[in-house]
């Protein structure tokens, strides 16, 4: 079965600190996708990353970056230089590879930044 | 380009009522997902279909909830009769089927309080 487990579920920092929100997976498919979702407090569910199980190079986004292990089944992303609006509720998700399939969430990290 | 669209974006209503919830999808998208966010259970998905076409409704809480999808353009999800445990945010979201897993968009919600 797919599983998505979210350990962290809050996390409060200070303005300029950098953050980690670890994600872990389980799944018996061999390849597959991994996603990342930003829900802040307006309470849309905003896309920011998607992950092919076959490409584990690092990905940076401006402040953003992801780090995907598969030795681990982890998907981690690192905010660097959090500011004040990056505080929102995280998911990260799974898929199956084949297309048609849905989502598979974790229950999501609440991260607090204060100025 | 329009997201995903829904309607109404808040809805109060009395246990016993029937409740529609309305979605639109990306104009060109022919997945669509109906999903349920409750501070206890996190997101999870209700139904989804493929071409208009119900995948898996193994979410759907119950017969009090029934969903459809007449064309490629439109959805909607029915409560009825409305409980107050059925108080959350619905969200909708759309996808390209294509031929590897593509990314969700999903629309603001619908916040529902059910008294």
């Known amino acids: 079965a797919q599983k998505v487990t979210q350990a962290q579920t809050e996390i409060s920092v200070v303005e300029k600190e950098d953050v980690t929100l670890d994600c872990v997976y389980e799944t018996r498919d061999t390849t597959y996708y991994l996603f990342w979702y930003k829900q802040p407090p307006s309470g849309e569910l905003v896309f920011l990353i998607r992950?092919?199980?076959?490409?584990?190079q690092n990905e940076i986004s401006g402040r953003y970056s992801w780090n995907f292990q598969k030795s681990t089944s982890s998907f981690n992303f690192t905010i660097t230089a959090s500011q004040v609006v990056d505080s929102a509720v995280y998911f990260c998700?799974?898929?199956?590879?084949?297309?048609?399939?849905?989502?598979?969430f974790g229950k999501g990290t609440t991260l607090s930044v204060s100025s | 380009d329009a997201g995903v669209i829904q309607s109404p974006r808040h809805e109060v209503t009395e246990m016993g009522q029937e409740v529609t919830l309305r979605c639109k999808p990306i104009?060109?998208?022919?997945?669509l997902f109906w999903y349920r966010q409750t501070m206890m259970r996190g997101l999870e998905l209700l139904i989804y279909?493929?071409?208009?076409?119900?995948?898996?409704d193994s979410g759907m809480p119950e017969d009090r909830f029934s969903a459809k999808m007449p064309n490629a353009s439109f959805s909607t999800l029915k409560i009825q009769p409305s409980e107050p445990r059925d108080s959350a945010v619905y969200f909708c979201?759309?996808?390209?089927?294509?031929?590897?897993?593509?990314?969700?968009?999903f629309g603001p919600g619908t916040r529902l309080l059910v008294l």
């Open positions: 979201a759309s996808r390209l089927l294509a031929g590897a897993q593509e990314t969700q968009y």
């Open positions: 279909f493929n071409n208009n076409v119900p995948i898996d």
């Open positions: 104009s060109g998208h022919n997945s």
């Open positions: 998700a799974l898929s199956a590879h084949q297309a048609g399939t849905a989502l598979i």
């Open positions: 992950r092919n199980s076959f490409d584990e």
